[in-house]
């Protein structure tokens, strides 16, 4: 009986496996994300998203129906990062609830810094942008805005339940107030590269309830935060 053989073992690196169909859908999306906290949608072309995803000049149709489609799927991807990260700064164990809103805005702050203040709100931009021109982007971004409200109204009543702020404060109303206004104040800061707008508006809201000493610095590291390793970074 002869030994069947098989062919040597080639050495050195393994096969490259090419990205799935999802995988790339996925790359195209997080690559937009970035793109769209700096840039307009109308204006950002595709072959540039397709470019820095490294996927094939001319291939976006294969992945997505449309430019619309695909900046949805944007809106998607932001606002459950963000919501990601306001749950973990605004529900934050053991810390007083103005400390956690402070620690967001903080959290903001060094973002807009750590990207030389390129990079603003996405759902404000798109929001600038196409609230008047188109229906789907506008009850999609409101929707985004209704959640982040929400969040910012429950740390809001808890603040009041432990005496932080007035027992007769309107939560719901104030927690769109602060989105009015630091939704602005980012606008502000990209505008004139500083942070200044942010810890004016900061210090202003805080005074308004009656805590100024919630307000958080113009450093960084001047109120704590809480980390979650396991929760993607935020694109500031």
Excluded at 2 to 16: E, H
Excluded at 119 to 125: A, P, Q, T, V
Excluded at 131 to 141: N, Q
Excluded at 171 to 180: E, I, Q
Aim: glycine residues 8%; proline residues 6%; neutral net charge.
């Amino acid at each position: 009986m002869t030994a069947s053989t098989s062919a040597p073992r080639q050495r050195g690196r393994p096969p490259r496996i090419a990205p799935s169909r999802q995988e790339t859908r996925e790359a195209l999306i997080r690559c937009g994300t970035e793109l769209l906290t700096e840039k307009a949608f109308l204006s950002t072309g595709l072959d540039e998203m397709l470019k820095r995803a490294g996927v094939a000049k001319g291939s976006f149709y294969h992945y997505f129906a449309s430019k619309d489609t695909f900046g949805l799927l944007v809106v998607d991807n932001y606002d459950a990062c963000f919501c990601r990260k306001l749950d973990r700064l605004l529900l934050a164990p053991g810390t007083p609830p103005l400390t956690r809103l402070a620690a967001f805005m903080q959290e903001g702050m060094d973002g807009m810094r750590r990207h030389d203040f390129r990079r603003g709100c996405l759902i404000g931009n798109l929001a600038q942008e196409l609230a008047s021109l188109h229906e789907g982007f506008r009850l999609r971004l409101q929707q985004a805005f209704a959640g982040w409200r929400q969040r910012v109204c429950t740390c809001l009543e808890a603040a009041r339940a432990d005496g932080e702020i007035a027992a007769e404060t309107d939560c719901l109303a104030l927690a769109g107030f602060f989105w009015m206004g630091w939704e602005g104040a980012v606008l502000q800061a990209k505008l004139v590269q500083d942070a200044e707008p942010l810890t004016v508006f900061a210090a202003q809201f805080f005074s308004l309830l009656g805590r100024p000493d919630r307000a958080p610095a113009a450093t960084a590291d001047s109120v704590p935060t809480v980390e979650d390793p396991h929760v993607q970074s935020h694109p500031d």
